[in-house]
């Protein structure tokens, strides 16, 4: 018996997912990084430091416009949290970008405050409408 895989469950289910199946979502999902993969990575023929910064940058708005519209997309993003990736575009993401998201989901919360708690005093001078 063969067991569908859904290619765009909820998202609040991909955490809980295995890196396996969530692989396998984002292959089942037919994605664009798949049909051009230098679009992503950048060229094969060149070292990555050796890309002119010019054509990196557009390479990868190329590519991020790609993701933005790709079905598995939640999927995707959710695997390279796991993974942090050293190169690529993943998700519409450079991996500096799934570094800082990664840092920015493990800081700890700060509390809220109630502003219903602060005296009248503590709220900031608004700001007279002009007419
Ligand atoms: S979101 Fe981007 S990198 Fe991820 S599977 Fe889709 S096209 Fe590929």
Sequence with gaps: MTTTLPTNPQASVLPSLSLRR??????????GCICDPELFTGPADIEPEDEPAGDRAARIAVAREVCASCPVRLACLAYTLRTRPAAGVWAGFTPEEIAALVAAANRPARP??????RPASAEPARIAEVA
């Design 22 to 31: 969530l692989r396998d979502m984002v292959v089942a999902g037919d994605p």
């Design 112 to 117: 809220r405050r109630n502003s219903a708690l």
